[in-house]
């Protein structure tokens, strides 16, 4: 069983950046894609981005292209279990419970049904 948490959220205003952690226990990143969704107040959750075990590679989505860059820790190794969403030039926009997910196959081949969640972590970013 894998578990996801993350960590990182919290208030900020318009233009700050924001660093979100996503700790794997169980299984690590090493043989996990790994990868970020959100979810804004009233809204559905929405892919924001993913990156494959080998960091080949990673994606974001439009809406914050440019601005979020995802992650993961380089050990080379199986220690790897951590992969983070910088956040960069934050929105009001931007604000969304956002959740940590990981994949056993290949994200881009199933990138709206991840297999494992994190609970999420609330990100607030003020005008």
């Known amino acids: 069983q894998v578990q996801l948490e993350e960590s990182g959220g919290g208030l900020v205003q318009a233009g700050d950046s924001l660093t979100l952690s996503c700790v794997a226990n169980?299984?690590?990143?090493?043989?996990?894609?790994g990868g970020w969704f959100r979810q804004p107040p009233g809204l559905e959750r929405e892919f924001v981005a993913a990156i494959s075990r080998a960091r080949k590679t990673s994606h974001v989505s439009d809406s914050v292209k440019g601005r979020f860059t995802i992650s993961k820790n380089n050990t080379g190794d199986s220690t790897e279990s951590t992969v983070y969403l910088q956040m960069n030039s934050l929105k009001p926009e931007d604000t969304a419970i956002y959740f940590c997910?990981?994949?056993?196959?290949?994200?881009?081949?199933?990138?709206?049904?991840?297999?494992?969640w994190g609970q999420g972590t609330q990100v607030t970013v003020s005008s």
């Open positions: 169980g299984r690590t990143f090493s043989s996990l894609d």
């Open positions: 997910a990981a994949w056993s196959d290949r994200w881009y081949r199933s990138q709206q049904k991840p297999d494992y």
